[in-house]
């Protein structure tokens, strides 16, 4: 991978200078965990939901924000319908609290997004700056929020990526998902955001070819950002996957023993380790 290709993957309309989002200022939640992507198409959404659900089975209370505005899919993998979403509060119609609903086959809480809102994809920054703070005043009833977030690194994606105390960024081997998480990296180390980051290889077809496909990416942000973001873990490629997806049913529920699924479960263990660190860390400090 080259900084040259890294840089144009992203589009020649995005600036490079530090987002006001990832401004250090900001209150970071020490619970709060986001997952995001360069691009779409590489299970993001599937890991948030199975993340979620990991760790509820560990014994924790847990809420999961679909944070993807504008193309929310959280209830539509878990066929729901919901009755209130984040569309209530973004127009003021609700606080966030009143539409956290309960997934009960999966023990955790949900705020379901709304699909095809084109608007929520381009909130005024006092509307999201609102939604922000909200989201750290419910934060503090849960053990772990998983914050699902649009791909790319657009405004939404950096304020909310910049209030967590870690963003998992899912890859795949594919040279286009690659490219598009160096930049996502780029942009995130010019905000003050790198040192949260961990790497998660999604889809690898053996542990090898995750350590490989992670060693090609930590070396392009070694080379070039001087950063080395650490590998969160990796999930074999399985096609219990697609089976349970289609089903609307999460992996753990569905098929508990499939590789995929003890893959998240491992991730979710060191996840919880370090919301403890952070945890630790502020108090210390």
Do not use: H
Not at 267 to 272: D, M, N
């Amino acid at each position: 991978m080259t900084e040259k290709s890294a840089s144009t993957s992203m589009g020649n309309n995005m600036s490079e200078k530090a987002p006001q989002t990832g401004s250090t200022s900001f209150k970071r939640g020490t619970n709060v965990v986001a997952v995001a992507s360069g691009k779409g198409g590489v299970g993001k959404t599937w890991f948030s939901i199975t993340l979620a659900n990991a760790l509820s089975n560990m014994g924790k209370k847990v809420l999961l924000f679909d944070g993807d505005l504008g193309l929310a899919n959280v209830d539509v993998q878990l066929g729901l319908m919901p009755k209130r979403d984040l569309n209530d509060v973004i127009r003021g119609r609700l606080g966030l609290d009143k539409v956290i609903q309960t997934y009960e086959e999966g023990n955790f809480d949900i705020v379901a997004g709304r699909s095809g809102q084109a608007s929520l994809s381009a909130l005024p920054s006092q509307r999201l700056a609102l939604l922000r703070d909200q989201l750290m005043d419910v934060a503090s009833e849960y053990d772990v929020v998983v914050a699902d977030l649009g791909a790319g690194v657009d405004r939404t994606v950096r304020m909310l990526s910049a209030t967590a105390s870690q963003t998992l960024l899912i890859t795949t081997d594919e040279p286009t998902s690659l490219t598009d998480a160096y930049a996502f990296i780029k942009l995130g180390n010019a905000a003050g955001m790198s040192k949260n980051v961990n790497i998660v290889v999604n889809m690898a077809s053996s542990v090898r070819e995750a350590e490989k496909t992670y060693k090609t990416l930590l070396k392009a942000c070694e080379n070039f950002l001087k950063i080395s973001p650490p590998l969160a873990g990796m999930i074999r490629v399985d096609k219990k996957v697609k089976e349970t997806i289609r089903s609307q049913t999460p992996i753990l529920i569905r098929s508990p023993n499939a590789d995929a699924a003890l893959d998240v479960e491992k991730i979710a263990k060191k996840v919880w380790n370090d919301v403890q660190n952070a945890s630790r860390s502020k108090a210390q400090g």
